[in-house]
């Protein structure tokens, strides 16, 4: 099934260590992003990458680090979490083509359910 | 950078009724998309419509691109619609493909 895999689906964490949160998407699409969703604060952008080799920093990108070596694995790094960063990451991904309508549609994997101790 | 508004906050019907979901946003958007997510947490979008109305099933939207708003319209709910819905948009100047999202509108639809 054509979509977006994120792993860990949860993972308890303590203060300090650093952690990988995986996505993989299979449907080509050129742009993925990271989002982190709090409760009361909606969604917020961590960072993007518009295409292989490329990402830009969103709304809140301290702490956080993003690698694009190839289009369908966009993996994100805390190098050494802090509680603050407990939250639910989704990876999202859009065809992003230009001329195309509807070619920023978002596509959402599942979330990743983070808690830093 | 855009602010996104979205009202109610909370709503809370009875199966059959209908609402209607408002975003407002404070510059001139080029993409606007509206989602829902599913008590398990699973965000799926329903609409992307920077301008004009669109409609799926019991869903429709209209966006006022010049008066900044947009709404989602549900009519005959079901306890299926229960969730978070959000708009994010993202606007014209400086905001590459980026979307912004609101804050969202918390449904529960009961029996």
């Known amino acids: 099934i054509a979509g977006i895999t994120q792993a860990p689906t949860s993972q308890i964490l303590a203060a300090g260590r650093r952690m990988t949160l995986r996505c993989t998407q299979d449907?080509?699409?050129?742009?993925m992003y990271w989002y982190r969703q709090d409760l009361g604060l909606g969604l917020r952008l961590i960072h993007y990458?518009?295409?292989?080799?490329?990402?830009g920093k969103g709304e809140v990108p301290d702490g956080y680090s993003v690698s694009r070596a190839n289009t369908d694995d966009f993996p994100l790094t805390l190098a050494s979490a802090v509680p603050s960063q407990t939250s639910v990451y989704f990876c999202?991904?859009?065809?992003?083509?230009?001329?195309?309508?509807?070619?920023?549609?978002?596509?959402f994997g599942a979330g990743s359910r983070l808690t830093v101790l | 950078g855009i602010q996104v508004e979205q009202s109610p906050p909370d709503l809370i019907l009875q199966e059959g009724a209908n609402s209607t979901l408002r975003c407002n946003f404070s510059?001139?958007?080029?993409?606007l998309q509206w989602f829902h997510q599913n008590p398990w947490g699973q965000l799926i979008n329903l609409f992307y419509?920077?301008?004009g109305t669109k409609q799926n099933g019991r869903l429709s939207a209209t966006t006022v691109a010049t008066e900044r708003y947009s709404l989602l319209y549900i009519s005959s709910s079901q306890t299926t619609d229960s969730g978070v819905y959000f708009c994010?948009?993202?606007?014209?100047?400086?905001?590459?493909?980026?979307?912004?999202f609101g804050t969202g509108t918390q449904l529960k639809v009961e029996l």
């Open positions: 999202a991904s859009s065809v992003r083509t230009r001329g195309i309508s509807g070619a920023n549609v978002l596509t």
């Open positions: 419509i920077p301008s």
């Open positions: 994010a948009v993202t606007p014209f100047t400086g905001g590459g493909n980026k979307l912004t």
């Open positions: 449907m080509r699409h050129n742009a």
């Open positions: 510059d001139s958007v080029n993409n």
């Open positions: 990458s518009n295409t292989a080799g490329t990402t």
